[in-house]
């Protein structure tokens, strides 16, 4: 009903705008006045952490995205390995487990069949398994050794947007959280970061605030067939997320690239007013990353693309370059994704409406998948 879409034409509108509040709510408690978290909830005593070797992420989907960004957080951080696997892939590859690796299974239902057999999989070889999930009591936690609630409340709409953001702050603690307990590089970068994971609903805030030129822009491609995602480092599971969303809710082709690979095959693909969504990474700190990419932005113009770019405030070398520009507050890097999301996922529903699709329930999908 209306009421229960509180006064939005779609839950996945109510559910976009809801962020702010998911991403405090899943961060409140667990932040120490000293800067230092306590995950209560997570029952993997600090021994079993400290001694584990590798990391292990699965899970579907969205949540995939969710894990490949955790990868960057989790070796940056805490210098263990981390791979991350989707979970239909995972046991049927014969994958390497022991009692010496944490798997992360992350799942906002909680119910995902794929996801499940993987960890009952990774169990049945001896590894600690945490849930990363949304809902209380679901099959997925239950069958962890422990679980990392987000706390995002109910998720109605099929194409994820809230939960993903949750997911991305409990990555976040989880990786933090091992930095902590194993004593690595627990030092002022972690700190810094720790005060700005604090402050980021405010900074997904603004950014809702500025999306009706985003809305404008969606709107005047509807007649569009393909959409292309560039981005690096975690600017590139954005742009796989950015891209799963456009198929998701506007039928339409999209793909993700590493801007890198860009010149081993996918710029073929760029012919002339072909939209072209690039993520950039902040100017400071990896600079080198942003040089790249500001060729790469340069490469695909020269081509003809259309380029739409979404770049932190005050970058100014990408301006010659953009034909639309979305601006995001400034991050450090490796949080960038909480605010490069969330324009994307403005652009895909907006684009959803435009071509008449229906938003909250996209045609062939369903909100879980409890088939393998
Ligand atoms: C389905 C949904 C996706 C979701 C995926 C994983 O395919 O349509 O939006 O990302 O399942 O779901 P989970 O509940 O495990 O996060």
């Known amino acids: 009903s209306a009421a229960e879409k509180g006064g939005y034409d779609y839950f996945m509108l109510k559910e976009i705008a809801e962020q702010p509040k998911a991403v405090a709510d899943t961060l409140l408690g667990r932040i120490g006045a000293d800067g230092r978290l306590s995950l209560d909830e997570v029952r993997i005593p600090d021994g079993v952490l400290r001694e584990a070797q590798k990391v292990v992420i699965v899970a579907c989907g969205t949540a995939f995205h969710a894990g490949l960004i955790a990868k960057y957080a989790i070796e940056h951080w805490t210098r263990m390995p981390c791979e991350v696997e989707l979970a239909s892939e995972f046991r049927y590859r014969d994958p390497i487990l022991d009692h010496r690796t944490l798997v992360v299974a992350i799942s906002q239902s909680g119910e995902t069949m794929d996801t499940l057999m993987a960890l009952r999989h990774a169990r049945e070889q001896g590894a600690k398994v945490l849930a990363i999930c949304n809902t209380n009591g679901s099959t997925i936690p239950r069958e962890s050794d422990a679980v990392l609630y987000t706390h995002a409340g109910p998720e109605v709409a099929v194409a994820s947007t809230k939960a993903f953001l949750t997911q991305l702050v409990a990555c976040y603690l989880v990786a933090l959280y091992l930095g902590q307990v194993r004593g690595t590089k627990w030092g002022d970068e972690i700190q810094a970061v720790v005060k700005e994971l604090a402050e980021i609903g405010t900074q997904v805030e603004e950014v809702l605030g500025t999306m009706e030129p985003v809305r404008e822009l969606a ?26 969303k456009l198929k998701e809710l506007a039928y ?4 993700g690239f590493a801007a890198g690979e860009l010149k081993h095959g996918p710029i073929a693909l760029i012919e002339e007013d072909l939209p072209v969504v690039v993520i950039v990474p902040s100017p400071r700190g990896r600079s080198v990353l942003h040089d790249k990419i500001v060729s790469n932005i340069q490469e695909i ?5 259309r380029t739409i770019v979404i770049a932190e405030e005050g970058d100014e070398t990408v301006v010659p370059y953009a034909d639309h ?7 450090p890097t490796l949080l960038q994704p909480l605010v490069a999301t969330v324009p994307l996922q403005v652009f895909a529903c907006e684009l959803a409406t435009a071509r008449g699709n229906e938003v909250d329930q996209p045609r062939n999908l369903a909100k879980s998948v409890t088939v393998e």
Do not use: D, S, Y
Not at 228 to 244: D, N
Not at 301 to 305: F, S
């Open 252 to 255: 339409m082709h999209a793909e």
């Open 301 to 305: 113009r020269a081509r003809g693309a």
């Open 219 to 244: 709107r005047g491609l509807a007649g569009k067939n393909t959409v292309l995602f560039l981005g690096r480092h975690v600017g590139h599971p954005v742009a796989l997320e950015g891209a799963l």
């Open 325 to 331: 520009l979305v601006r995001i507050p400034v991050t």
